[in-house]
């Protein structure tokens, strides 16, 4: 293990010792003749998302500077590599490689990517909890290959599986309690020995649909890494590193190689683990930051192949302690040549996928974006393009279905939309997830309960033009427990349609099937009853913008407050 500042202090105090016993002080000749430390350097990326081609808008610049994109990606890792002992270096990641992600992966199950960076060297990759979006059995065919089991290999070419390792030490199957893949990897470097211990966040169940999930349970995330580390060192594994897909947020202020007012689970988690782990490489939250918690090195690389983290360890040669540990979170600019084969891939690809990536589906008058408007001083307002898939969700089933509401969570708003025309794909990439719209019965006290919980769950359902409801900053929240007892939403204020609820009456909602099976934590949805399924969530958006166009942005008017909102 590595603790900066121990180490040196122990080593004064071994020396101090010795002098005073009379021993013969270390020759020059001597000292040169120690071990040199063997020099390890770790790349490190996390949450790529399928992001091949370079992402746009603000999803595609950081630190200032236009970033992404796997064929500038790929020669920025060479050029690393390059410039570090090639034989020395590892390449590794932090989950969520796959899932949300734009048309030119999701449409082929996100073989692309896992081929993509394969090529680009990738090693070991903790499971983010979007490796999970199509279950375990598809998890484990994106590891070992084979055709899909639905749409075959429709790029018609054999999918032949990753060429690095995903390691998954916390996620079970429970009617065996055995991890679903390894839990960790050995590296060897010129005769040193490199644990990598990979694990996704414990929330994952709450985060994923169910039929994801199903079969699995997730353990603790310090306590499975000071299993796996024990069990590490008992191998003679002195040089531990987890891959975590979980993660904090720094203020503000911070730079992406900064640390300043760090919060956030990867605190706690890393605050509880072995002093034996020397690095943790993080992600999930999508930011960037550079840190040391407790001893460790902590890292992240925000998402979408911008950064790269750029880690050296110097591990000592007899004992295979980590001696230091430094990392700088690098830019991968678009100012570098393009790798060629990354290119080749990328065009295979946009061949076989064809025209409909580029068919217009709509119009839009203005930027539709994702933000959220501030609320009481905190991200808890509405959002523009979130209230408008609410509002073409209620479209889709109110005629049928009868719904009178919709409600959109904003994990499934993935991006912008432009102004101009919108092409399918670019629909796509705003919501990649292929949820099945659910209309369910809630009472008006079921519903009071659901939005009760937003304050619990700290996420704010995106409401359909059709609801309307008052805040009071000076409620109280509920429990996760007792969602309900929470009085932060004004009652008799809710009302469907210009309509106060009755508190005892029967309202048809519609949401995705993601929301319907409690996920983001909103259980009070499981309790809805007379459930029908409807179309895909990305349908219903597409026959909008149809039907619509051209369309602006709606009002940010759906949820008010007792008091003035602050300024944004």
Known sequence: MFIPGMRRAAVGLTALAVAALGAVATSPEQADARPKPVDVTL???????????PPSGSSGTIAGQTAGGVEYLATHLAELRAAAKKKNTITVAAGDLIGASPLLSAAFHDEPTIEALSMAGLDYASVGNHEFDEGAAELLRIQNGGCHPVDGCADGTPYRGAGFKYLSANAFKTATGKPLLAPYAIHKVQGVKVGFIGMTLEGTPQIVSQQGIAGLSFADEADTANRYARELRRKGVQAIVVLLHEGGT???????????????PIVDITNRMDPSID????????????CDI????????????RLVTDIDLKIDRRSGDVISAAANNVVVTRDVAKDPRQTALINRYKTV??????????????????????LFGTS???????????????AATDNEQGAVAAFMNPGGVRADLDAGPVTYEE???????????????????QLYCVLEQQFVTNRTLYPSATVGYVVDPNGTTGTVADPC????????????GGTTVDTAATYRVTVNNFLAGGGDGFSALTGGTNLVTGQIDLDAFVDYLTAQSPVSAPTLDRIRTTVEVPAA
């Open 427 to 445: 629909a796509f990439t705003v919501q990649p997830f292929a949820n099945n719209l659910v209309t369910l019965d809630l009472t008006g006290a």
């Open 353 to 374: 996928l064809g025209p409909v990536a580029g068919r217009q589906v709509g119009v839009t008058s203005q930027v539709i974006t994702r933000s959220q408007e501030t």
């Open 43 to 53: 790349l490190a990326l996390n949450d790529f998302h399928g992001n091949l081609e």
């Open 294 to 305: 407790n001893g460790k090195l902590v890292t992240s690389a925000s998402s979408f192949g």
């Open 250 to 264: 720094q203020a503000a202020t911070g730079g992406i190689n900064d640390c300043v007012g760090m919060t956030g």
């Open 279 to 290: 690095v943790v490489v993080s992600g999930h939250t999508h930011q960037a930051y550079n």
């Open 380 to 394: 808890l307002g509405e959002s523009p393009l979130g209230n408008l898939i609410a509002d073409a969700q209620l």
């Open 485 to 496: 007892a929470g009085t932060r939403v004004v009652r008799g204020s809710l009302t469907l």
